[in-house]
């Protein structure tokens, strides 16, 4: 059976009321409202900036977890395991101290100056030194990554990797030593019944995390999740359903079992139709299986390491009215809806709106084709483009950024 979730990922607040949607990494609302921060980034056109690197591999994408036989444990290593403070049902605050951080990220926007609030997550530390394992829709479209470790301060991360069709990302903390880490367990031994407790940045406020204790309400099951917009979803297959209460924020937050190794990712919550008291979390051997591949270096069309190249262009579909506007006879290729001043396609004379038809001489007719152009290529590579705009058709080299996180 198939449930309709939301995904517990960094959506932006969107309008004037307090925000009610259900996601995990959480948008911090406006000031004023709880948890608020500043400013947010509004859906659709500012959102659409980061689409070449960001929202075009998630669009339609389907997360299927790594087949094979399932580790036993973690090969990272670890210093002890997470006990939450307060093992009695209901949410508690301190639970943990210094293994489970806040992740806070900033965008930079479409002809504006300087980096804007983009959301709020949660992430675990899993070495010493400062690698910290999240969901990729925590940090997808930042520009600026900062982590909060209750005890030891605020550290800028950069990402090492991102597996944007399993939702799971890999971060580096610029400077760090010392630090304590999760206890990985074996979730293929988690079973329904089993007592967990979920632990996050409940609703992005920071501080000492908190925690929820629960049950494990079902294993292996297929769910597909939505932003509250409807405008993206997920196939989320394998995941771990939990009879616990999540909240936006709790995304990339840890699952414990009773011997308080982390057994999952808290990764999405119920429609608001669903009620509360349910979340969904990605088992933790998947994950691991993902970051060790990031460790050893090893990209696929899937794993997608270090920086990726960044044109700086909003992109989307192409519609009749802007086909017929550039005198095109059909609407295959991608709309460029606007270029970022002093970007790789602002620089090779790119202006809105045009519609993009190769890459590389290949067609790119959907956002994910163009998104996976875009994310074979590294800042610095060159890809050749030809578009189309009110002057006519123009073929191109362009040089690839540095741009936001996938």
Same mark, same amino acid.
């Given at each position: 059976m198939t449930d309709e979730v939301t995904p517990l990922g960094s959506e932006p607040w969107t309008g004037s009321e307090p925000w009610t949607g259900y996601q995990a990494g959480m948008p911090a609302p406006p000031p004023?409202?709880?948890?608020?921060?500043?400013?947010?980034?509004?859906?659709?056109?500012?959102?659409?900036?980061?689409?070449?690197?960001?929202?075009?591999?998630?669009?339609?994408?389907?997360?299927?977890?790594?087949?094979?036989?399932? %580790?036993?444990?973690?090969?990272? =290593?670890?210093?002890?395991?997470?006990?939450?403070?307060?093992?009695? =049902?209901? %949410?508690?605050?301190?639970?943990?101290?210094?293994?489970?951080?806040?992740?806070?990220?900033?965008?930079?926007?479409?002809?504006?100056?300087?980096? %804007?609030?983009? !959301?709020?997550?949660?992430?675990?530390?899993?070495?010493?030194?400062?690698?910290?394992?999240?969901?990729?829709?925590?940090?997808e479209g930042a520009s600026s990554i900062q982590v909060t470790i209750p005890g030891h301060g605020s550290s800028t991360a950069t990402v090492v990797g991102v597996d944007p069709t399993d939702d799971v990302a890999l971060l580096q903390l610029t400077s760090a030593a010392g630090l304590p880490t999760v206890t990985v367990g074996d979730s293929s031994t988690v079973q329904v019944g089993d007592p967990i407790t979920a632990i996050g940045n409940a609703f992005g406020r920071g501080g000492q995390p908190t925690a929820t204790t629960g049950t494990v309400a079902a294993v292996h099951r297929s769910i597909t999740a939505r932003d509250p917009s409807g405008t993206s979803?997920?196939?989320?297959?394998?995941?771990?359903?939990?009879?616990?209460?999540?909240?936006?924020?709790?995304?990339?937050?840890?699952?414990?079992?009773?011997?308080?190794?982390?057994?999952?990712?808290?990764?999405? !919550?119920?429609?608001?139709?669903?009620?509360?008291?349910?979340?969904?979390?990605?088992?933790?051997?998947?994950?691991?299986?993902?970051?060790?591949?990031?460790?050893? !270096?090893?990209?696929?069309?899937?794993?997608?390491?270090?920086?990726?190249?960044?044109?700086?262009?909003?992109?989307?579909?192409?519609?009749?009215?802007?086909?017929?506007?550039?005198?095109?006879?059909?609407?295959? !290729?991608?709309?460029?809806?606007?270029?970022?001043?002093?970007?790789?396609?602002?620089?090779?004379g790119m202006t809105a709106p045009a519609v993009i038809r190769t890459i590389d001489g290949r067609a790119v007719n959907t956002l994910d084709e163009l998104g996976g152009a875009i994310h074979s290529k590294v800042p610095g590579q060159q890809i050749q483009v030809t578009w189309i705009d009110q002057q006519g058709q123009h073929t191109a080299t362009v040089t690839l950024a540095s741009g936001p996180a996938v």
């Open positions: 004023g409202q709880p948890g608020g921060r500043g400013p947010h980034r509004a859906r659709g056109w500012i959102a659409l900036l980061a689409a070449l690197v960001v929202s075009l591999a998630l669009v339609g994408s389907v997360l299927a977890f790594r087949g094979g036989p399932q %580790r036993a444990a973690s090969t990272l =290593p670890s210093t002890g395991p997470i006990v939450p403070s307060s093992p009695s =049902p209901g %949410r508690s605050s301190g639970a943990t101290v210094g293994t489970i951080v806040d992740i806070n990220t900033s965008q930079q926007v479409l002809g504006a100056d300087g980096l %804007r609030p983009l !959301g709020a997550g949660t992430g675990m530390v899993l070495t010493a030194d400062g690698e910290i394992l999240t969901n990729n829709h925590v940090v979803s997920e196939r989320l297959n394998d995941v771990i359903q939990l009879a616990a209460d999540v909240h936006p924020g709790d995304s990339g937050g840890a699952v414990l079992n009773a011997q308080g190794q982390v057994v999952g990712i808290i990764t999405a !919550g119920p429609s608001q139709s669903s009620g509360n008291g349910t979340g969904f979390a990605i088992p933790i051997n998947a994950a691991i299986g993902i970051v060790n591949e990031i460790r050893a !270096g090893h990209g696929s069309s899937t794993i997608l390491l270090g920086e990726r190249g960044f044109m700086g262009v909003a992109v989307q579909p192409v519609d009749p009215a802007t086909a017929a506007q550039l005198g095109l006879s059909d609407t295959a !290729g991608i709309l460029v809806a606007g270029v970022q001043p002093g970007s790789p396609a602002a620089k090779v």
